[in-house]
């Protein structure tokens, strides 16, 4: 898992991490590991891209490996029908064919924001970045723009008892985003507005369906950022429903620790409030943490208040090799026990080295590697 998504991150050049070969082979004083540290110049438009998308050819070098490794004579059970019925329900699950009362009211309720069409369908029900297989796609996929549309869709499901899957950047390697019953897929890529950011307080309410990088690019001329980072694409209203961390979680915690509220859409249409945005409010039940993690079976999440941070002025990076992964952990662990604020640490076993060496053309020493990053002021990081 901590392998998958952090190949899911990587996405740019590896240019800005990975520095020349000479530096890293800098031995140091210790035994048990050769540090190197860089520093990075200050870009506060731009907050730490470089670590998430470092390794792309990483990404391109095993997934090459699994899909050759993967079984060619898989049988799909949601093929696509024949060329004269390109609507043509497939739905092979446990639920019956959706009633034509309800693709009446979605209708009524979406407009042209709806599609039965089956390369749409296709694309919303398969997994787009799991090993899980896809045993069947939804009949149905809606656009909603509001939050009162995703009520009067979820209502109408409801009554007919048709089952729903909401969606977002479908960035998921856990095959959140499947169908296995058919029904109605929701996406919520028409919702992706900031309603409302208040940067005295330093938070921010947001539609699901934006993304935590061009939410980033948002607040990046007013010195704040949202700091957690999975992989590029995935969406705010996603990151909830799975309980997303990313690369800074040691510093900043997991998204659980980021939103302050959420209103959500139920599984009879209506709509709650799970919290206020007083910070020190402890009235009533944790509803947020609650729906935190839930997957979509809970409710479908339609508006996100998160919990801001001021975008460092200064970063470091260290990579160290070690003899074994335990000599690793065990610096690490000593490290952490230090008091040392650390933003981001992460570490690579010799086969994952070997696959940037082999990917990008590099000759770094294929040994168990830890990489850290400090950040703070100039002053602090030195």
Known sequence: MAMASWFSRLRRSSQRFFFTSSALRTSMSTKLARTQNTTNSESPKTPFLFWSSSLLPVALAVSAGSLALRPQSDPSLCEAPSANSRNEFVVKGLCKEVPQELVDELKDVCQDNMTMDYEERYNHGKPQNSFHKAVN??????????????????????????????????????????????????????MNHVKALHIEDMDVVVEPGIGWMELNEYLAPYGLFFPL??????????????????????????????????????????????????????????????????????????????????????????????????????????????????????????????????????????????????????????
């Open 137 to 190: 796609i939804p009949d149905i996929v809606v656009f909603p723009g509001s939050e009162e549309q995703v009520s009067m869709i979820v209502k109408s499901c409801d009554k007919h008892k048709v089952p729903i899957v909401p969606y977002g950047g479908a960035t998921s390697i856990e095959g959140h985003t499947l169908s296995p019953n058919g029904g109605v897929c929701i996406d919520m890529s028409l």
């Open 229 to 382: 980072d999975p992989g590029p694409g995935a969406t705010i209203g996603g990151m909830c429903a799975t309980r997303c961390s990313g690369s800074l979680a040691v510093r900043y915690g997991t998204m659980r620790d980021n939103v302050i509220s959420l209103k959500v859409v139920l599984a009879n249409g209506d709509i709650v409030k799970t919290a206020s945005r007083a910070r020190k409010s402890a009235a009533g039940y944790d509803l947020t943490r609650l729906v935190i993690g839930s997957e979509g079976t809970l409710g479908v999440i339609t508006e996100v208040t998160l919990r801001l941070q001021k975008i460092p002025q200064y970063s470091v990076v260290a990579m160290c090799n070690f003899p074994s992964i335990k000599d690793a952990a065990d610096v690490a662990i000593a490290t952490m026990l230090s008091g040392i604020q650390v933003s981001r640490v992460e570490l690579l076993d010799e086969v994952q080295v070997r696959a940037i060496n082999i990917a990008n053309g590099k000759n770094f020493l294929e040994t168990p590697t830890l990489m850290f990053e400090f950040i703070g002021t100039e002053r602090r990081t030195s």
